[in-house]
Each structure stands twice: as structure tokens, then as C-alpha cells.
């Protein structure tokens, strides 16, 4: 869920979004840090006053709201809904075309009935502590009729646009290759290049071809440890 929500975030313009129930408690979020849950919380239950007040809590199919500066927009998911704050110059085609794909995706994550508190601190919590010297990834192939795997041929590896800006925020930095460590104690140093993930597949992964797969001795879902090379 965290994953789609950086999804939506990673696009140019967006400021950040946050995914609250009807009753206006915050499920995830992927906001600035100068943005807290409190914060957020409030702002979820005026919008939910807002919509109960408008009576059209249940009939809404979205809902854009105008600033000097930016723009908010509000969409329904099935008992919940997401704000996804804007700048004024942002690209509302990508932002809905995005939406679009990973609102299907976060209805299915989203808390059933009476589980709702069980969900709360997993959206909250950090992916990887601060301290740790680098970001676990799992290994990933790419499925059938995604782009050519030529990157395998030149001795590369692959991340998504939004798995690279996890990268980029984790270690303060991008790099043009990344260090691999199994957890066999195999691994090396090699190239990376940034793939277009339409399909949200490939979100906290390290894509690989089997040449890669080979050196490595790793197979699909396996975790490695990336640091920069």
C-alpha cells in the first residue's frame, strides 16, 4: 500500500497523498515529513465533514479543490478515500492515468471491517531502519511482454521510477551502480538502469535477467541487501 502511495508521489508535481476511512482516520500516507499523522488527521475529518455536508459522501466520483498554489484531489475507494495534494503546474493526466491504476490495487489492500487498527501500524512504519547501511530489496524477473531485457546483456540491473526515488531518498544520493549482497554472502558491483513500470510490478524490487541471476545465485522473491557502488 505504502508502495502505490510513493507511486502517486514519485510523479512531477505531486506533493504527497494519504488514504483515510469514512470516519477520517488515516490508513498510509506519503507526505513530507513537515506533514504529521496529526496533521493529516485532521485535515482527513474536515474533508469528511465536507463531504457529509455536501451529501455527497456517497455518490462522489472525485473532486478537485483550487488553491493560489496548488490543487487537492479527492477521489472514493470502497469505504475510504485518497487525497492527493498537488502544485498548480502538475500534469492532472499522468495524476489520473496513476490514480486510476492504483486505486483498483489499494481497494483490494484496503482493512476489512473491524480490522482496520490492525493496518494502521503498518502504514505508519519506516520501510527500513536509518541506520541500516542498506535497503533490502527482493529479486524480480520481468513478466512476459514487458520491455527487452538487453539491459541483462550489457551486465546491468533494473529499478522502477519509484523504487530509484526509494533508493535516492534512502541514501541521500543516486548512483549509476549498485552494490548487491545476498544473503549467501554472494554479490557484486554493477550498473543500474531505471525501467518505466506502468503496471506498479516491479515497486521495491531489483529486476534482473538470468545472466545476472546466475552470478548471483539468487532466484525470484529472494531479498538482497543494495547499497551504492
Do not use: W
Request: aromatic share 4%; charged share 15%.
Amino acid at each position: 500500500m505504502q508502495t502505490l502511495l510513493q507511486q502517486i508521489t514519485a510523479i512531477d508535481g505531486v506533493i504527497g497523498c494519504s488514504l483515510y476511512d469514512e470516519q477520517g482516520k488515516i490508513i498510509a500516507a506519503a507526505c513530507p515529513l513537515v506533514l504529521d499523522e496529526a496533521q493529516l488527521g485532521t485535515a482527513a475529518g474536515m474533508m469528511v465533514d465536507c463531504l457529509h455536508a455536501l451529501q455527497v459522501s456517497q455518490t462522489l466520483a472525485g473532486m478537485e479543490l483550487r488553491f493560489a498554489e496548488g490543487r487537492m484531489l479527492i477521489r472514493p475507494l470502497k469505504g475510504a478515500f485518497i487525497n492527493v495534494l498537488c502544485s498548480k503546474t502538475v500534469n492532472l493526466s499522468m495524476v489520473n492515468i496513476t490514480l486510476n491504476l492504483a486505486l483498483r490495487k489499494l481497494e483490494q489492500m484496503l482493512p476489512q471491517p473491524g480490522a482496520a487498527s490492525a493496518a494502521v501500524p503498518s502504514a505508519a512504519a519506516a520501510p527500513v531502519a536509518a541506520s541500516a547501511s542498506g535497503l533490502p530489496l527482493r529479486i524480480a524477473h520481468l513478466q512476459k511482454g514487458d520491455v527487452g531485457s538487453s539491459f541483462d546483456q550489457l551486465g546491468m540491473v533494473a529499478v522502477s521510477q519509484v523504487t530509484a526515488k526509494q533508493l535516492s531518498d534512502f541514501f541521500g544520493k543516486i548512483s549509476k551502480k549498485i552494490k548487491i549482497s545476498t544473503q549467501e554472502g554472494g554479490g557484486g558491483v554493477y550498473p543500474v538502469m531505471v525501467i518505466n513500470d506502468v503496471d506498479m510490478l516491479y515497486d521495491g524490487a531489483l529486476v534482473i535477467g538470468p545472466g545476472i541471476e546466475r552470478k548471483l545465485k539468487v532466484e525470484e522473491g529472494a531479498q538482497v541487501m543494495v547499497e551504492l557502488g
